[in-house]
């Protein structure tokens, strides 16, 4: 009995106990295993490539990444009508962070790093399926922006009070920053903004 997912079915699927013995020792698995858990996980570099038999996990541990980094799998080099293969990011919990179950020849994950954390990578058949493949691994230090602590602040409702005389802050893309302060009258206002990088930044005063 086969099943599918989408359009796809796949060649070697189902429980173990309904896996055909000429499906399973047609199987041989890569040098990497055992790998099945975040513990013996394989360090995942740049590419590397593997073996999915029936039930089987392909975890690889990716180097911390810093904070703002944005971390990019991707599996392919297989063929879905072969066998589908399926791929997810989790933390050093096993949460979930971005998975790519789809059914083409290619999945891939995008994960923005919110802090220095333990990343790793799950390879899997869906419904037990079978499939050679390669993985690859981008990170991209500053590929992604966290916003600051004071979110949300994205008007002048939310507005955060300054207190004292000098604050910092993120903008990301769309984003807008208010920021309240109490003066008494007669009073002069002195705002001065100094961008980390070389963006561009406006300030309003309402």
């Known amino acids: 009995v086969t099943t599918s997912e989408g359009s796809r079915t796949n060649a070697c699927t189902g429980a173990a106990a309904s896996v055909s013995a000429a499906c399973m ?4 698995n890569d040098p990497n295993e ?6 013996q ?3 995942l570099r740049a590419t590397s490539s593997g073996q999915i ?3 089987d996990h392909d975890i690889y541990s990716i180097p911390a990444a810093t904070r703002g980094a944005q971390v990019e799998v991707t ?3 297989f063929r879905s ?7 997810r990011v989790t933390n050093a919990s096993g949460a979930i962070l971005g998975s790519s179950a ?3 020849d ?3 994950v995008t994960y923005c790093a919110t802090s220095e954390e333990a990343l790793y990578a799950d390879v899997f058949g869906f419904d037990s399926a079978q499939n050679p493949y390669e993985i690859a691994l981008v990170v991209r230090p500053a590929g992604c922006c966290i916003n600051d602590a004071n979110e949300p602040d994205d008007s002048a409702l939310t507005g955060r009070l300054v207190s004292g005389m000098d604050f910092d802050g993120t903008l990301c893309a769309d984003d807008n920053d208010y920021r309240t302060f109490d003066v008494a009258a007669p009073s002069m206002a002195r705002i001065q903004v100094l961008p980390a990088g070389s963006a561009v930044v406006d300030i309003q005063l309402y």
Do not use: K
């Open 81 to 87: 009508t072969a066998g589908d293969l399926d791929l």
């Open 53 to 55: 038999c029936s039930g």
């Open 75 to 77: 599996l392919r080099g």
């Open 41 to 43: 996980a394989t360090t």
């Open 102 to 104: 789809g059914v083409s």
């Open 106 to 108: 290619m999945e891939r």
């Open 34 to 39: 055992p790998n099945d858990s975040r513990a």
């Open 25 to 28: 020792a047609a199987c041989v």
